[in-house]
């Protein structure tokens, strides 16, 4: 009796289970609309909580189109729209709509035909009619239909976005995270959507971005401050004397040649993305790789210890070194905005910082205490000679390698 119950029980529980996630599958097929409109495909679009549903009607040749933004807020706008001509946002027929600060729905066409856009009002390529708007319960919803006569073709580059607004103006998007991800395609036929470019294509842009990440983080973030560490701190012993140097200049060389190859491929991608600006973050990186050349080639001239201008080679070798470090990880952190990867990478790399800061921290006190104790002991010394100098003639440990 009791193995009976169990079984039910577990009958019960596999049924519900398989349930719940038919209709979590179906979610958007599901969907009620409040005006009772009916459509025979759906797509759950990958970001920005967007959904598209739509029908087609091959003799017409017209697309009836709802395209929902859920989670949405009256600060802001939304857009949807097809590109006839390529992928991306340059040439993309939008549908705009927002609520105004009088609580009423804004909706229009915009054909967008540059990056530096404003969501004009304007004619599309193809008609539309039926166009409309409803906004309640943080869902916000554009019905339209499109004529499609124009040989748009079964299969339609689709763009969708959102932004704040302005008073009743909208202003630019995001240029990070999913408003740069929010592009694919869409088969009015088959009922399938897709990413932009195909999978492929998509996965060979997050790879070059994942690369570029990796690089420079591992470059201008960890070898950088380690060859800094290297340098600043080892020398003070004269048993590590010139190994460190030896180090320093490998860690500092390679971290270069591995964040100009990071640096290299950013570049890449911002030249195969026109409409996707990272201000802050390509302004920075250039800045490195110019003050890091300049430091690669101090190392070219560099002075003799003994040579009168050693000392100001010293300070502009010692200001480039620690602007760089500090360069290097706040663009760092400026890419974990705009890549948006997993919080465990951020916090991986904080914390490889972490270390890397504490350790200097003790090193900086230690050695300190090493050098204060050589003055002590060689003042001491001095006094012991009377003439300050100790039996030889020079002031002891002035052979060994100290602070710079």
């Not at 401050?225 to 004397?241: E, K, Q």
């Not at 460190?244 to 270069?256: D, R």
């Amino acid at each position: 009796m009791g193995l009976d119950v169990k079984m039910v029980s577990v009958c019960c529980t596999m049924v519900l289970t398989t349930m719940f996630l038919s209709t979590y599958a179906q979610i958007c097929s599901n969907y009620a609309f409040a005006n009772n409109a009916v459509f025979s495909s759906c797509n759950d679009l990958p970001v920005l909580n967007s959904f598209l549903h739509y029908t087609y009607n091959p003799s017409s040749q017209t697309l009836a189109i709802a395209y929902r933004h859920t989670n949405f807020d009256s600060s802001k706008w939304v857009a949807w729209g097809i590109n006839p001509t390529s992928q991306g946002m340059a040439g993309t027929q939008a549908l705009v709509a927002f609520q105004q600060s009088d609580g009423s729905m804004k909706v229009y066409t915009s054909p967008i035909t540059g990056y530096a856009t404003q969501l004009a009002e304007g004619d599309l390529s193809f008609p539309v009619s039926d166009l409309s708007s409803t906004f309640s319960n943080n869902e916000i919803v554009i019905f339209a239909t499109l004529g499609l006569q124009n040989g748009t073709g079964a299969t339609m580059n689709q763009v969708w976005q959102e932004g704040q607004l302005s008073g009743n103006a909208p202003t630019a998007h995001a240029t990070s995270g999913d408003n740069i991800r929010s592009m694919g395609t869409v088969n009015v036929l088959s009922g399938q959507s897709g990413s932009a470019g195909g999978a492929s294509g998509t996965s060979s842009k997050t790879t070059k971005r994942n690369i570029h990440g990796v690089l420079n983080a591992i470059s201008w973030g960890i070898m950088m401050p380690l060859g800094a560490i290297i340098a600043r701190y080892l020398r003070v012993f004269p048993s590590a004397d010139p190994a460190w140097f030896y180090l320093h200049v490998t860690c500092q060389t390679s971290a270069y040649v591995i964040g100009v190859s990071g640096w290299a491929t950013g570049i890449r991608l911002g030249s195969q993305s026109p409409g996707i600006q990272f201000t802050a973050h390509r302004v920075i990186g250039i800045i490195l790789f110019c003050v890091a050349t300049l430091q690669v080639i101090a190392l070219l001239v560099r002075p003799k210890k003994e040579h009168k201008h050693r000392i100001f080679w010293n300070i502009y070798h010692h200001s480039l070194g620690y602007s760089i470090i500090i360069l290097g990880i706040i663009n760092i952190f400026k890419g974990f905005d705009i890549l948006n990867p997993e919080k465990k990478w951020e916090r991986a790399y904080t914390g490889i910082i972490i270390i890397l800061a504490i350790v200097a921290a003790i090193l900086e006190a230690y050695t300190w205490l090493v050098v204060l104790k050589r003055k002590k002991a060689a003042n001491a010394e001095k006094m012991t000679n009377g003439n300050g100098y100790a039996n030889n003639g020079h002031y002891p440990y002035s052979g060994m390698t100290g602070r710079v």
